[in-house]
Structure formats: C-alpha cells, structure tokens
C-alpha cells in the first residue's frame, strides 16, 4: 500500500472520528464482490494494507464502490499492556472508517468485544476504569491469580465477574468507544447476522437450533438465511 493512499484512509477515518458517533444509510449500489473480514483485531494500518493488497480499496481511500465488506465482529482489544492507548485509538479508527460508508456497503457485525463496550462495562467513566484495571493488572497471574484477592477486587468492581476481563479481555475500554457503539447500535449499523445468500449466514458466533426456537423462527425458515438474520437482529433491535 503506497504511503499516499495510506494517508487518504487514515484522514478519512480521522475526520469521521472527529465528526463523533454516526452512521451512513445505505446507497442502493450494486455490489459485485463480497468480502468477509474475521475478528480484525488488529492495528488499523495493516487492515488497511491487506484490504488494499486484495484491491478492495479506491483511489481515495475508502472501499471500491462495487466492495461490499462484512467485519465479522471484534473491533478492540489486541496488543500488550504497554500499547493500550494507541491500540484503543486504532480500533476506534476502524470502527469510524467502516461506519463512514454505506451500510450496504460495510456491514458491521457484533463480537463480544464489540458488545462488552456497552454491556459489562456500560457503567464505567474513563477514570473508573483506569482504576479498576490499575487493580486487575497488579493482581492478574493468568490461572495462577491469587482466588481470595480476586474475590475482593470483585467485590470492590462487581460489574467485573474476573480481574483478567479488566486486565486482558477488554483491556483497551475507553468511553468514547461505548459512544460508538451504542449509537451504531441505536441506528441499526451493528449487526447481529447478515445474509449473503440464500444459504449463507454470517455472524460471530455459531447459531443452535435452541437460539432459533428462543428468538421464535418457525423450524421450517431455519434453512433460509436472511429469515434466520431477520429474527436475530430483530431481537437485538427491540432491546434497545
């Protein structure tokens, strides 16, 4: 990926951080190539290396018109403890960079990571969460952490059910990510399931015969994959 182009992507995606939280409707284009994209938790620059590598990307730093891209969910949370704020910064660049197109053109869909933003952590400010994950890191040791310290740091933090969740798993929560992704969710660009065809569904996480009975889809839709993501999201939709 040449170094212009590289810019053009990364002042795309730092003007629709700078435009805060919003989501583009989709365009009614045709869409001729389709790509999925796997837990892209990794740094913004190399997403965008590959993305271009694989010709997906225009002149001017944002998808090829005729590129649908679905991101398979899992936006934050990678790199050593020493990198936090910077990988925080580049998940958040992802994030906006996708919501700046069409959403029929970049299909966001939600990992646990995704909704951890706004689930186990929806209660924390920047500054509690610093403290908190102050705590965790001093007392995380992998399977050898101490059991009775982490029951008191639960007890001190209990909407946190582990230290390694604030120490490892959503390491790099900050509050501006939550603004994100609760108004990605409130407009309907955070998905839970997208149909790319008649029998292809794709989503985070596996889907059972006993999530399709919870959420109601008679047994006979369950072959057909926008029926299937029509119910998921539709449940997701009516929580909010």
């Not at 892209?40 to 002149?59: C, M, N």
């Not at 700046?100 to 933003?117: F, I, K, M, T």
């Not at 403290?131 to 946190?160: C, S």
């Amino acid at each position: 990926m040449n170094d212009a182009l590289l810019e053009k992507a990364l002042a795309r995606a730092d003007a629709a951080l700078a435009r805060g939280p919003h989501a583009m409707p989709p365009d009614g284009r045709c869409r001729t190539r389709h790509v999925a994209m796997g837990d892209p938790q990794a740094d913004f620059e190399r997403v965008l290396s590959i993305l271009s590598l694989h010709g997906l990307l225009d002149g001017e730093g944002g998808l090829r018109p005729d590129v649908c891209l679905v991101s398979v969910g899992d936006h934050f949370d990678w790199g050593p403890a020493s990198e936090r704020d910077r990988v925080a910064r580049s998940s958040l660049r992802l994030v906006a960079w996708l919501a700046s197109h069409p959403a029929d053109q970049a299909v966001l869909l939600l990992g646990n990571h995704d909704l951890g933003r706004v689930g186990e952590l929806a209660d924390f400010t920047d500054a509690t969460f610093r403290a908190a994950q102050a705590e965790a890191d001093r007392l995380y040791a992998g399977d050898a952490t101490d059991a009775a310290a982490e029951r008191d740091f639960i007890a001190r933090w209990p909407a946190l059910p582990t230290v390694e969740l604030a120490a490892r798993d959503f390491s790099t929560w900050r509050e501006e990510q939550r603004a994100w992704v609760e108004h990605l969710l409130r407009a309907r660009r955070f998905r839970v399931a997208h149909a790319a065809g008649d029998s292809l569904l794709v989503l985070h996480a596996g889907v059972t015969r006993e999530d399709l009975d919870v959420v109601g889809l008679a047994p006979g839709r369950w072959s057909e994959a926008s029926a299937v993501a029509e119910a998921l999201n539709g449940v997701m939709d009516l929580s909010l």
